[in-house]
């Protein structure tokens, strides 16, 4: 089945630890897209990457890193910098095209990051 | 600049009452996407509905059905015989080239129904 896999589903860390959040996707989409969700705020984007090796900052992306060896992952890495880690977590993918239509983003079932 | 203002934070309903969800957008571009997305305790974001900025025609698709009115720059979500299930947040989203590509997001508005 074509999808998006976000592994674990549940995650606990101590404060202070970095932590990496795995995005998977055999869609074979060009973008690849991580959001943070905390409650009352909507979806807001930590940074996105159009092509391998190669991403952008999104509105919140202090505090995280991300990497694009290979089409299909796109990890992200929750530094001991981010000084609120604990949200939802979701992973998105995308085709990119000139045409608007083809451009809907597909997500994943999400990584909830608890940190104590 | 993108913006999606959904201003109703929780609505609490009974069911089988209709139910309306508020969205309204803003943007720079005549050609853009609008998006409904589900969002039930499991925390996947299901995809409802998509439409783009030249087809104002209102779509009904079994209880749900939504009307959008680009004079009023908005893009409303009606629930009709509302069900237990239906209980879930509710997002608004907005796509266009003027936000390179990236979906810009509503807060969501979390709805109860209630047996």
């Known amino acids: 089945d074509g999808g998006i896999t976000q592994s674990p589903k549940y995650l606990f860390r101590k404060e202070g630890q970095n932590v990496t959040l795995s995005c998977e996707q055999n869609l074979n989409h060009d973008a690849m897209y991580w959001y943070r969700q905390d409650p009352g705020q909507g979806l807001r984007l930590i940074y996105y990457s159009q092509i391998v090796n190669d991403f952008q900052k999104g509105d919140i992306a202090e505090g995280y890193s991300v990497s694009r060896e290979k089409k299909e992952s796109f990890p992200l890495t929750v530094t001991s910098a981010q000084k609120n880690p604990t949200a939802f977590y979701l992973c998105?993918?995308?085709?990119?095209?000139?045409?608007?239509?083809?451009?809907?983003?597909?997500f994943g079932p999400g990584t909830r990051l608890t940190v104590l | 600049a993108q913006k999606v203002t959904q201003a109703q934070t929780e609505i609490s309903v009974v069911e089988k009452e209709d139910v309306t969800l508020d969205c309204v957008y803003e943007t720079r571009d005549t050609t853009y996407y609008l998006f409904w997305y589900k969002q039930p305790p499991s925390g996947e974001l299901v995809f409802l509905i998509r439409?783009?900025?030249?087809?104002?025609q209102n779509e009904i698709s079994g209880r749900y059905s939504w009307n959008f009115q680009k004079s009023t720059s908005s893009f409303n979500f009606t629930i009709t015989a509302s069900q237990v299930v239906d209980s879930a947040v509710y997002f608004c989203?907005?796509?266009?080239?003027?936000?390179?590509?990236?979906?810009?997001f509503g807060k969501g508005t979390k709805l109860s129904v209630i047996p």
């Open positions: 989203a907005l796509l266009s080239w003027a936000g390179s590509y990236q979906l810009t």
């Open positions: 998105a993918s995308s085709i990119i095209s000139g045409d608007l239509n083809y451009n809907e983003q597909f």
């Open positions: 439409r783009n900025s030249f087809d104002e």
